[in-house]
């Protein structure tokens, strides 16, 4: 009853298709009922009879054979996992075994793959955690900031308290606005030391619209909002750990703010911060009834939460019916438009474009990773050859190879990817640090999980395009090729040559695109380094101070409490100037307005202007020049004609031949001062920003809580501190100082977020070119070797040394010519991107792209200095010995 | 030892298979046919519960099964009988006996069954 057994190749694989098994079956089954029919058939049955009888003795055909075929399919199923696993097993134990066969590359492919994971992880928590996760309070994407804006001019203020208060009951949008008042001083006079807490104003809708309810007492009540009730505060909840110990038994007790005794109400959860972070306070915003009279200005804050399903456009048309509506009411809001921007995108739609700038040098630098490793792969390919075509000739399918080199892969991905993660976490603990104290919302910049998820998809797309190249060519090596080039050494296919140059080309492209983007943001931040600020920083020291309304309430006593202080910290020694400024140069805030100038032309368009308060002392403190007049004196005092002081640029509107000392001007509806003279223009809202011209009013006839004290000093101006804090206390115990910095300091801190984005950029640039210089290296340093022989040959019959590292020299140049041609025609057409981000200099910055051009030659050229040196010390006799 | 039991029908049916394929590989026809020869047609193997029998004998790993081609070139199914399949057989054939034998003897004496 033998049979030939053996079954072909080809049934083999029919095996894994589903129908087999049915088709096994329902033959095993027909054959037994065959066997039976023919059994009866030769018992004497008709056919047809003999057919029917057999099925009838077999049973229940349908159910057996249903019954079989499940069985079959489950075990067939069970049998095929079970040797995709081992299959598997077996292929990332070959995998772990390649690695630790070939430390040299293991360490190098690891090395890059770590370095390129970790730098776009650390680079992509930046972007998630600064643009796009989302603001942590309820439905977040309905919560606006309302602005003023104006019809026929750019730009957008803060919103007047009678506008918010007539937007509010005539929209139809919002569920409610809030005003608030956000960087408000709180003196702290608990245990001795005067201290100063940072905290907000607000109106008590505000906890409601952002949802944010208490962790313990509550938040405040309408009627709190009006004066006599406001005495309450909310504390957050850090303020809450360090300066009362978490003792829930602080609610309801009373603290001594700003020299009040005031009511603590409640304390708001961890993590709640707004308008910012830094908020350790929450207490109730009044709105005295004058700041109803004028609606054209203001110097408010508001933010509103949007009704369920309104779209920003519904929004944005039903405030504009609005806003002319009032428009036509009162001859004030003429110009004025409420507008609203959703609030992640007020906080930080400015950084989107840096960031993804960033963001795209990083994939950059990882691409010229991912090919080092690819071409490490090939290399690591090209001397398997033999170990592939002999796999070939004893069975193994192409499929196998194909299977076998990608998850030999997943031993060396997963180790890049741990160490990756492992660098990111390095970087952004070393980075974090740096950032500049502006940037919002730097405490979510962290390893979150939509982070580690982008970091796994940038792994998967590192496999596919590290990891598909290597897996075409073991399943191209058929066994011929391979077994023909066991005999000699070769640089393998021109193929697969072709294919490594291709990718060093590539390299060299994107690492001179990185190249000349730093080189312009570099001379860029050079430009504006260089630019003066119209005034002297060095040595000189600025102090705030902030006094609390409550215990001056009065416009003299603000101004008796900053001359006493003026006057005690100009008899310190070691003093040589001290002013006031109700806002640092350069210190990011902004004060604007409208100018009227009396009797000026009727068409004359007079521009917008910076205004300070200031002390006489001040333009000498900070050593900008007077030009024409006099600086304040002691004589403009409250009850003297009032005075202003304008600059240059200011004055240069006036007709030449004319002088504006003595003519008058004012500001909205204050009364009108006259000119008494002109100084020196200064950068006010940036180095790279060409301010608005610039009026200064003094300090007694403008008086100021929070002002800034600005010491010229004759040595090291941070030695001045403690004393003047002392001073300072010698005129109010109970006044604390807060924010003391150099205006070197300040200056730099102008600059910090442009400094930042310059080093990034040149750290990913430096990396990129390493990268890159060590992937040329490595294809010509194996080109070298592949062609000793051939060197070997050409000096032996004759040809100098210097002949032969021409030869290697020509292949380095060709691959950076081709490289740098590709990369100058990138970077032509992608540098426009940075025009947002530069200054002094275009983007496609002639100078610039020469620079990147020679160092990324330079470079080059070093990278060919060992190989060709190897190719020039190659011995003749190399050439005699045979394979 | 093999601890756990079949079902009594399906044991018996198993134990019959297995030695039935002592003898050589046969498939699945030449075995129902191979019983109703050697017990004189007193013993009918069901079809429908002797295909599921061969496989769950192929799922213990007392029998393996194969392709192959029949006498009249037919592709059939041929079982053969493993190592550890005839072990089995061998053991379990032992205890049928035995217990067989015991319920003969019960059977068989006083008070008789005539």
């Known amino acids: 009853m033998s049979g030939e057994r053996r079954e072909p190749m080809w049934r083999r694989y029919r095996r894994f298709l589903r129908s087999d098994i049915t088709a096994d079956v329902d033959e095993e089954i027909q054959f037994h009922l065959e066997m039976l029919s023919r059994h009866y058939e030769a018992s004497g049955l008709a056919p047809e009879t003999a057919d029917r009888a057999a099925r009838d003795r077999f049973g229940d055909v349908d159910r057996v054979a249903g019954w079989l075929r499940r069985h079959d399919w489950e075990r067939e199923r069970a049998r095929h996992i079970g040797e995709v696993m081992n299959s598997i097993r077996h292929n990332l134990r070959a995998g772990v075994r390649a690695l630790v066969r070939q430390p040299t590359f293991t360490v190098a492919a690891t090395l890059t793959l770590a370095l390129g994971i970790g730098a776009t992880t650390a680079m992509f928590s930046v972007v998630y955690g600064v643009l796009l996760r989302p603001l942590p309070f309820d439905d977040p994407d309905r919560l606006v900031r309302v602005w003023t804006l104006w019809r026929t001019a750019s730009g957008r203020g803060a919103v007047s308290a009678a506008n918010v208060r007539d937007w509010r009951a005539q929209n139809h949008v919002f569920e409610d606005v809030a005003l608030f008042k956000s960087n408000q001083s709180f003196n702290f006079t608990a245990q001795g030391e005067p201290e100063r807490l940072l905290g907000a104003s607000v109106w008590a809708s505000l906890f409601p619209i952002l949802r944010a309810s208490p962790l313990v007492g509550r938040t405040f009540t309408e009627d709190e909002n009006e004066i006599g009730h406001e005495n309450v505060v909310v504390l957050s909840h850090r303020l809450w750990v360090r300066q009362f110990g978490s003792d829930p038994a602080i609610v309801g007790k009373a603290i001594p703010l700003n020299g009040v005794s005031t009511t603590v109400v409640g304390v708001m959860r961890p993590g709640f911060g707004y308008p910012n972070p830094d908020v350790e306070l929450w207490a109730p915003l009044t709105v005295p009834a004058d700041e109803y009279n004028h609606r054209s200005w203001g110097s408010y804050s508001a933010v509103a939460r949007l009704k369920p399903g309104v779209t920003l456009e519904q929004a944005r048309a039903d405030l504009h019916v609005v806003s002319s509506n009032l428009a036509r009411q009162y001859a004030d809001n003429k110009e004025i438009e409420a507008g609203i921007t959703p609030l992640l995108e007020d906080m930080v739609g400015r950084l989107e474009q840096p960031l993804f700038i960033l963001l795209g040098a990083v994939a950059g630098l990882l691409l010229i990773g991912c090919a080092n490793v690819t071409n490490l792969l090939l290399a690591r390919g090209l001397s398997r050859r033999r170990e592939l075509a002999v796999r070939t000739a004893l069975g193994a399918s192409r499929g196998r190879l194909v299977e076998q080199s990608i998850t030999e892969l997943v031993p060396l991905l997963a180790l890049g990817a741990v160490l990756g993660v492992f660098t990111a976490v390095l970087a952004l603990r070393a980075l974090v640090p740096l950032l500049p104290a502006d940037l919002p919302r730097t405490e979510s910049i962290g390893l979150s999980l939509p982070v580690l998820g982008f970091a796994a998809a940038v792994v998967i797309v590192i496999a596919f395009l590290v990891g598909i190249w290597p897996a075409v060519d073991a399943a191209r090596s058929g066994v011929a090729s391979g077994l023909a080039e066991l005999s000699r050494a070769s640089t393998g296919a021109p193929r697969r040559a072709r294919v490594r140059d291709a990718l060093v080309i590539a390299q060299i492209a994107v690492t001179l695109v990185l190249l000349v983007g730093a080189t312009v943001l570099l001379r860029s931040f050079l430009a504006v380094r260089a630019v003066s600020p119209g005034f002297n920083p060095s040595m000189a020291l600025s102090v705030h101070l902030a006094i609390p309304q409550s215990k001056y309430p009065l416009d003299a006593q603000v101004t008796q409490f900053y001359s006493g202080v003026l006057d005690r910290v100009q008899a310190l020694p070691g003093v040589v100037a001290v002013g006031v400024v109700n806002r640092l140069p350069l210190g990011g805030g902004n004060q604007t307005a409208g100018l009227q100038i009396e009797d000026a032309d009727r068409d004359a368009r007079w521009p917008n202007i910076q205004t300070r308060t200031v002390s006489p002392g001040y333009f000498r403190a900070l050593e900008i020049p007077l030009k024409a007049g006099r600086s304040f004196a002691s004589s403009d005092d409250a009850d003297a004609p009032r005075v202003a002081i304008i600059d240059e640029r200011l004055a240069k509107m006036w007709p030449p031949g004319t002088s504006p000392i003595g003519r008058r001007i004012r500001e909205g509806g204050d009364p009108w001062s006259t000119i008494v003279g002109v100084v020196g223009h200064i950068q006010h809202t940036g180095l790279d920003n060409d301010s608005d011209p610039q009026v200064y009013w003094n300090y007694p006839q403008r008086p100021q809580e929070r002002l800034a004290l600005v010491v010229r000093t004759r040595s090291t101006p941070a030695a001045l501190t403690s004393s003047i804090a002392a001073a300072v206390r010698e005129v109010d115990p109970e006044q604390p100082i807060h924010d003391v910095r150099t205006l070197d300091a300040v200056v730099d801190r102008s600059l910090g977020q442009r400094w930042l984005e310059t080093l990034l950029l040149a750290v990913f640039a430096t990396v990129a070119l390493v990268l890159a210089s060590v992937g040329a290296y490595g294809v010509i340093a194996y080109g070298v070797g592949q062609r000793l022989r051939e060197f070997g040959v050409r000096i032996a019959l004759g040809a100098g040394r210097r002949t032969v590292i021409g030869m290697v020299l020509r292949r380095g140049v060709t691959l950076f010519g081709l490289g740098a041609a590709l990369g100058l025609a990138l970077a032509a057409a992608t540098v426009r991107v940075l025009s947002a981000l530069v200054y002094g200099v275009t983007p496609r910055d002639t100078l610039s792209f020469v620079l990147a051009t020679v160092v990324l030659f330079l470079v080059s050229v070093a990278a060919c200095y060992l190989p060709a040196r190897r190719a020039a010390r190659v011995d003749p006799s190399i050439a005699l010995r045979s394979e | ?114």
Request: net charge neutral; aromatic share 10%.
């Open chain 2, 1 to 114: 030892m093999v601890e756990e039991r079949f079902d009594l029908l399906q044991g018996t049916l198993g134990l019959v298979v297995l030695k039935a394929l002592l003898g050589g590989e046969l498939h699945g026809y030449a075995i129902a046919r191979w019983v109703e020869t050697t017990t004189g047609d007193v013993l009918r193997v069901e079809e429908g519960s002797l295909y599921p029998a061969l496989r769950r004998l192929e799922d213990r790993g007392f029998i393996t099964a194969e392709w192959g081609l029949s006498e009249n070139n037919r592709r059939a199914r041929y079982y053969v009988l493993t190592a550890v399949g005839r072990r089995y057989l061998k053991a379990e054939a032992a205890r049928w006996l035995e217990f067989s034998g015991a319920v003969t003897q019960v059977l068989r004496a006083a008070p008789s069954l005539a």
